[in-house]
């Protein structure tokens, strides 16, 4: 069974700080890392995917991919309380790109 | 509005009954999925479908069955619900898995 691991949390950061999620994987075959994000009652709700080694920014939002060490993360720049959710990574897994496998996720509290 | 669409969104069933859960999708993708949620134990891929007619298990596919008929459709069966598959269920779908999945509003199913 392929693995993804996230600390559970709860992270708790103040509003204007840098929230740093992390998430672990067990398969070296996988070529594809997301992150999601999910509300209390709500669906996952796709924030960012990358595919190389290094950094991808999107707007407050940076992914960072280290395939040799086998963890991405998921940095959070200028926290807002809105912000406040479960984090869930996810990785392609079995060599196969239609088989998403989802860690537990991290619940992250942005406090005013 | 591009949308996943699952109905019912809640349930409440008995021990055996036969159930159906639909899904539908009106962005033409061909990728989808089937998803459970539980407390502690994450999002687990029960079934995905590549395209019409072609589907494959995932991680705990025991107690479902699912068919492609349609490409816009993907129902998820409980041919003899059990307690054990209380849970809150998802469908997803995608034109390119690789760029991630779009999730449903969820189905919120309880088996007594």
């Known amino acids: 069974q392929k693995e993804v691991e996230q600390n559970s949390g709860p992270l708790s950061v103040p509003e204007g700080a840098i929230a740093s999620l992390n998430c672990t994987y067990s398969?070296?075959?996988?070529?594809?890392f997301f992150w999601y994000r999910q509300y209390s009652g709500k669906s996952p709700e796709l924030i960012m995917f990358?595919?190389?080694?290094g950094d991808k920014e999107d707007g407050r939002f940076t992914a960072q991919l280290n395939k040799a060490s086998q963890y991405v993360s998921l940095l959070i720049r200028d926290s807002q309380p809105s912000d406040s959710a479960t984090y869930l990574c996810a990785v392609n897994s079995g060599g196969s790109n239609y088989k998403l496998t989802f860690g537990k996720g991290t619940l992250l509290t942005v406090n005013p | 509005e591009a949308q996943v669409t699952q109905n019912p969104r809640y349930l409440i069933t008995v021990t055996g009954k036969k159930l159906t859960v639909t899904c539908s999708q009106n962005m033409n993708h061909e990728y989808m999925s089937w998803y459970r949620q539980d407390p502690g134990l994450g999002l687990r891929q029960i079934y995905y479908s590549m395209n019409v007619e072609v589907t494959d298990k995932g991680d705990v596919p025991e107690g479902y069955k699912v068919s492609r008929k349609e490409k816009r459709n993907f129902p998820l069966i409980l041919e003899s619900p059990s307690p054990n598959q209380t849970s809150l269920y998802f469908c997803a779908s995608s034109d390119r898995v690789d760029y991630g999945y779009t999730f449903g509003s969820g189905t919120r199913l309880t088996v007594v």
């Open positions: 398969d070296r075959g996988s070529q594809s």
């Open positions: 990358i595919y190389s080694n």
